[in-house]
């Protein structure tokens, strides 16, 4: 018998190739959309691709110009650009009539707040004289480098004029007279008056300029701190006012600290702090931006013969004291949020002989390096108070300040003859300053009074 097998399949029903042909025209259709989308974005991406590599093209091209020109630049153009903004404002200003360009490269204020942030060393030290009042200029060698045109400070409306601070180049005068405050860059001769405080100062204020010349601070605002006794004299509490060039006005502080007698003559400013010393052989300190008080004890302990100031140097900002006893010279450092100091140099001091005679006294250097690098003293100095971006230190030797880099032990030495002792054992009256080409920023009130006094020009 003959079998066979039938493959039946369901008749397609009417108008079913014309439905299969309409979906294939659509994924045709959609897929010519999408290789098209797929082409655009490629075509985009390849468009991105080639922008950025030309940029960076460009950017190579710019930068191998740059530094083709900086091999070839003249020597002159190289001095300007990299090294002057290095030196003391003195030499800078000297340095204008090389050129028109080097004259309008330092009128710039970009090129004035360079060099204020670049230019730490101590240029020399402003005396007092406390019997006339007078103000004479002491500088370091070379001292065409550190000249002043007016060291005399006689430009002020007022006189007599007493240096009460220094910060960075600029100067805080005071007229016991009146009882204004100035503040002064003597490089420059430019100055302002600073609006009187809400407390007397006294005669002798114990006042502190703070200048930080920050990447941001372009307009050199200040800080004035000012201690003053409270609830009279004999009391021993001490409150403090300030004055910000910013805001343009003085405000009165709630800190209060016992302190039994600020010496004026030692505030320094370190690290936006005020610092002095005091009768009780501590250091206070007043934070105008934390509106804050420290106090820390002095780091000799018991050895209270010894001879002490405190200062501040290095780029750190921080607070040093220098204490000389009859048998070295010591160094120290405060730490951070503490009142503990560190010992960070010490130099000996050698004494004399019994055999030697007065002749010999006399013509023996005060001081002397010895053949390992360690400066050791032969007279017993004075410590001073300091500040710079170096590691110097400064120091009275019989009529001169000698100034000594703690870490190439350096020895520079400014003549000061004539000038009051620390016989008494008070100190005379001085500042140490740095040579700037700060500007000297009036107070805002200052500036809005001389906006509203100027009429504004019409317009047509």
């Given amino acids: 018998m003959e079998s066979s097998s039938h493959l039946f399949l369901p008749d397609r029903p009417e108008g079913d190739d014309d439905h299969h042909a309409d979906t294939d025209d659509g994924d045709n259709e959609a897929a010519d959309e999408r290789g098209a989308e797929a082409a655009e974005s490629y075509d985009d991406v390849q468009y991105l691709v080639r922008r950025n590599r030309a940029a960076a093209r460009k950017r190579l091209l710019a930068r191998i110009k740059l530094i083709h020109y900086e091999i070839h630049k003249p020597l002159a153009d190289t001095v300007r650009d990299h090294v002057l903004f290095l030196l003391p404002a003195s030499s800078i200003l000297r340095l204008r009539a090389v050129s028109r360009s080097w004259a309008r490269h330092v009128s710039s204020p970009i090129f004035a707040h360079t060099q204020s942030r670049a230019h730490r060393s101590i240029a020399g030290v402003f005396f007092g004289s406390s019997d006339d009042a007078s103000v004479a200029y002491v500088p370091f060698p070379p001292a065409a480098a550190h000249f002043l045109p007016d060291p005399a400070l006689s430009f002020f409306p007022a ?27 003597p490089a420059t001769g430019a100055w302002t008056t600073v609006p009187r405080p809400p407390r007397n100062p006294g005669l002798e204020p114990a006042a502190v300029l703070i200048f930080v010349p920050g990447v941001y601070n372009f307009r050199s605002d200040y800080t004035i701190v000012v201690g003053f006794m409270i609830s009279g004299a004999g009391s021993g509490i001490f409150g403090f006012q300030t004055f910000s060039s910013s805001a343009g006005g003085w405000w009165v502080s709630n800190a209060v600290c016992a302190a039994e007698c600020l010496f004026p003559d030692s505030g320094i400013s370190a690290g936006g702090v005020a610092f002095w010393r005091t009768t009780m052989l501590t250091v206070v300190g007043y934070d105008p931006a934390e509106d804050s008080v420290r106090v820390a004890h002095w780091p000799m302990n018991y050895a209270v013969e010894a001879r002490w100031e405190i200062g501040q140097m290095g780029d750190g900002g921080r607070l040093f004291c220098t204490a000389v006893t009859e048998e070295v010279v010591q160094v120290h450092k405060l730490l951070p949020k503490s009142d503990q100091w560190a010992l960070v140099a010490s130099m000996d001091l050698k004494k004399r002989s019994n055999t030697d005679s007065e002749e010999e006294e006399e013509e023996e250097e005060a001081w002397e390096v010895e053949a390992g690098g360690q400066l050791v003293f032969r007279k017993r100095p004075w410590p001073m108070r300091f500040q710079g971006g170096e590691l110097e230190v400064l120091l009275w030797v019989e009529g001169r300040v000698v100034g000594v880099d703690l870490g190439s032990k350096r020895v520079r030495v400014a003549a000061a003859f004539g000038w009051p002792t620390w016989a008494d054992g008070r100190g005379a009256k001085y500042v140490p300053y740095i040579s700037t080409l700060a500007e000297v920023p009036p107070s805002a009130a200052a500036a809005l009074a001389s906006s509203i006094a100027t009429p504004s020009p019409q317009v047509r």
């Fill in 159 to 185: 006189s007599p004029i007493a240096v009460c601070s220094s910060s960075n180049g600029l100067l805080l005068c005071y007229a016991p007279s009146s009882g204004d405050f100035f503040v002064c860059n």
